[in-house]
């Protein structure tokens, strides 16, 4: 199997003493579209924090593109692991949106006519090249976390990290969010999102690791969502779908609803009974 990623008996704490990861093993493929999910405090962003080595693994493990990561490999590790932050505005800093798509590739050392093909494509991805002249400031939030993502894209990462990325976003600034995301998957890149919606998890991703408490509580394809006792467990919901159809378990065969399409084809089957 090929994995973008491999976790073993990953622990870390903090400088106060909290262990927020505890003993964490997991292995997410390569190419695979990836849900972190786990109630607040649960240690998400802890783990997104050392797949870009923001975090130094204290204890345990981590394998990246098949390469463990020790103490030299910051830079290799950040070219090839990109991490949109939960909040634009620790992320974006330089006083136009154009600068700020550039100030990763000037670090790689691009520059000139590669450095603003590099820029003006990621601008081009997440469209947002008609602001490249703006201010950061003046931007929207979606449009700040656009730009934030364009900064990933512009450092050609094969494995982007997203931290909470539709919190404060709406509803079409998501979905052009995710449009984005799926497009970058075809393409061959592996997506990694944290987040405690279970909705959109079921709706999104092919992976879904449970965290809770520091450790992994379960991980594997996302209809172990449909689990009432795991996601009580794990102080998550079931999603909305399956929260309707679990009072009639005659109607989930062969398995659970989860997302509005399985739901719909369900109602068309017993509308055409009728
Ligand atoms: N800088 C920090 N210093 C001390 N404790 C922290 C720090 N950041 C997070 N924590 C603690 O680590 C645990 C995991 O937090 P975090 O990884 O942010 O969880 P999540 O992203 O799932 O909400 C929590 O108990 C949190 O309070
Ligand atoms: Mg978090």
Redesign the pocket.
């Known amino acids: 199997m090929d994995f973008a990623i491999e976790v073993k008996e990953l622990s870390f704490h903090?400088?106060?003493g909290?262990?927020?990861?505890q003993n964490i093993s997991l292995s997410l493929e390569r190419g695979a579209k990836v849900a972190i999910l786990?109630?607040?405090?649960?240690?998400?962003?802890?783990?997104?924090?050392h797949l870009n080595g923001i975090h130094e693994v204290q204890q345990g493990e981590l394998t990246v593109l098949a390469k463990r990561v020790g103490k030299n490999h910051e830079k290799w590790l950040r070219s090839q692991v990109g991490l949109v932050f939960q909040d634009p505005d620790d992320q974006i800093f330089s006083n136009t949106v154009w600068e700020d798509v550039a100030f990763g590739p000037i670090n790689q050392g691009l520059r000139g006519e590669d450095l603003n093909n590099r820029v003006n494509q990621a601008l081009r991805q997440v469209k947002m090249e008609p602001y490249s002249h703006k201010a950061p400031y003046h931007l929207s939030y979606g449009q700040k976390k656009r730009v934030a993502v364009a900064g990933v894209l512009a450092m050609q990462p094969e494995i982007i990290v997203l931290?909470?990325p539709v919190a404060f976003l709406d509803p079409a600034a998501k979905h052009s969010l995710f449009q984005i995301l799926d497009e970058l998957n075809t393409q061959g890149k592996t997506i990694i999102a944290?987040t405690?919606d279970v909705d959109l998890a079921v709706r999104w991703a092919n992976q879904v690791i449970i965290?809770h408490n520091?450790q992994v509580l379960a991980q594997g394809e996302p209809g172990l969502l449909t689990n009432r006792q795991l996601v009580e467990q794990a102080d998550l919901e079931l999603p909305t779908v399956s929260q309707i159809f679990e009072p009639f378990p005659g109607l989930c065969q062969p398995a659970m609803p989860t997302t509005l399409a399985e739901a719909q084809q369900i109602i068309r089957k017993l509308c055409s009974c009728q």
């Not at 607040?40 to 802890?46: F, I, R």
């Open positions: 903090y400088k106060d909290t262990r927020a990861l786990g109630p607040n405090g649960s240690g998400k962003s802890t783990l997104l924090l931290d909470e944290a405690h965290l520091g």
